[in-house]
Nanobody
Framework: QVQLVESGGGVVQAGDSLRLSCAAS????????MGWFRQAPGKEREFVAY????????YYADSVKGRFTISRDNAKTTVYLQMNSLKPEDTAVYYC??????????????????WGQGTQVTVSS
C-alpha cells in the first residue's frame, strides 16, 4: 500500500502561485497514475488534475486548465501541482491519490485510493 503526504498549502492572495507536493512512501509509486482532487467547504470533492504513471499524459478540470500544471518525479516518488493565477474559488483542501481502478475515467474519484490527508489552500481576494 502506498502512503501519500501532501504539503505546500497556505494562505495567498488572488493572482499568486503555490506548488503542492505529494510524497509517496514506496518506490512502487512509479507504477501508479496519480490524481489531484479538491474539496471546498460545503461542496463535494472534485477532480483537479491527472498524470499517467510515466508522466507522458496529463488531464485537467476545465476550471484549472491553463493555470495549473501537474507533474511527477518518480525518482523522488513525488507528484506536484503547480498552481498559478490563483482565484478565491480555488480555496479548498487539496488531496492526492493513486489510481487503483480503470473502470471509468481519470476524473472519477471512485477510481482512486491511498488518499492523503490533504493540504489547505486559501486564496483571498
Amino acid at each position: 500500500q502506498v502512503q501519500l503526504v501532501e504539503s505546500g498549502g497556505g494562505v495567498v492572495q488572488a493572482g499568486d502561485s503555490l506548488r503542492l507536493s505529494c510524497a509517496a512512501s514506496r518506490r512502487t509509486f512509479s507504477g501508479y497514475s496519480m490524481g489531484w482532487f479538491r474539496q471546498a467547504p460545503g461542496k463535494e470533492r472534485e477532480f483537479v488534475a491527472y498524470v499517467t504513471y510515466a508522466g507522458e499524459r496529463t488531464y485537467y478540470a476545465d476550471s484549472v486548465k491553463g493555470r495549473f500544471t501537474i507533474s511527477r518525479d518518480n525518482a523522488k516518488t513525488t507528484v506536484y501541482l503547480q498552481m498559478n493565477s490563483l482565484k478565491p474559488e480555488d480555496t479548498a483542501v487539496y488531496y492526492c491519490a493513486t489510481r487503483i481502478m480503470y473502470s471509468t475515467t481519470w476524473s472519477d474519484e471512485q477510481e482512486y485510493g491511498n488518499w492523503g490527508q490533504g493540504t489547505q489552500v486559501t486564496v483571498s481576494s
